[in-house]
């Protein structure tokens, strides 16, 4: 007799164990899926705007990072994106106002500083790397020449920039002690091609850290090779 009474005690908790397990299970399986979703929906969101960070545009870049920027005010930034931001902004010249948003926007996040930040930048920001930019579209030309010079001596200088401020004068600048040398050589260069350039040393300058060395053709210089 108590082994029967054992027996429908045991079936009574099975039957009531059951839908609590279904239940709880249920909760889990709806809990994750929701969590998938909110993941899917963040990825969805975010590639739209990681489209404006690889664009050439700079207007759309920028666009990018204040989408971003916005974001993470309101408390939505996206882990995911900050290896992009980091790539994105190695690629960037060392003067470029979209480059100090990214590195504000990597400060910004929990148990970063705004020298982690460019450090995370500078680590994976490619070695030998030039910008070259002009003012007037007739000293394309001549940002190419300098360009294809820079190639040749092994530097990386992968596009010409033409900028609404040139500086006024040519000249090379680097933002890192350690690049003093390559930016000596690669003003010799300049002069070599008939540019009249001094280096310059932006070390002390916000923007220094940065790796890459800066070429800026004088608002004066000639079109043409005098």
Do not use: C
């Not at 900050?82 to 010249?93: E, I, K, M, S």
């Not at 940065?210 to 004088?218: H, K, L, P, S």
Request: glycine content about 4%.
């Amino acid at each position: 007799m108590a082994e029967k009474r054992d027996r429908d005690w045991l079936d009574v908790a099975s039957s009531l164990a059951l839908p609590v397990v279904i239940a709880v299970f249920g909760y889990f399986y709806t809990w994750h899926k929701d969590r998938a979703d909110d993941a899917q929906k963040r990825w969805e969101r975010d590639s739209n705007y990681v489209k404006f960070l690889v664009s050439t545009n700079e207007q759309e870049r920028n666009l990018g990072f204040l989408i971003i920027t916005d974001l993470q005010n309101r408390g939505q930034f996206s882990e995911d994106l900050r290896p992009v931001v980091t790539a994105v902004a190695a690629g960037l010249r060392p003067s470029d106002p979209s480059r100090d948003t990214a590195v504000k926007i990597l400060s910004n996040i929990p148990g970063s500083s705004v020298s982690q930040a460019s450090a995370s930048i500078n680590a994976v920001a490619p070695k030998h790397l030039v910008y070259v930019q002009y003012g007037h579209d007739s000293q394309k030309e001549r940002a190419m020449e300098i360009q294809a010079a820079l190639e040749k001596n092994g530097f990386r200088a992968p596009g010409i920039e033409l900028v609404a401020h040139p500086a006024f004068a040519t000249n090379v600048r680097f933002f890192v002690p350690a690049t003093k040398d390559d930016a000596n050589t690669i003003n010799n260069i300049l002069n070599g091609l008939k540019f009249s350039s001094t280096v310059q040393d932006f070390s002390r300058s916000e923007l220094a850290g940065a790796d890459a060395i800066e070429v800026w053709i004088g608002d004066k210089e000639p079109a043409q090779v005098p």
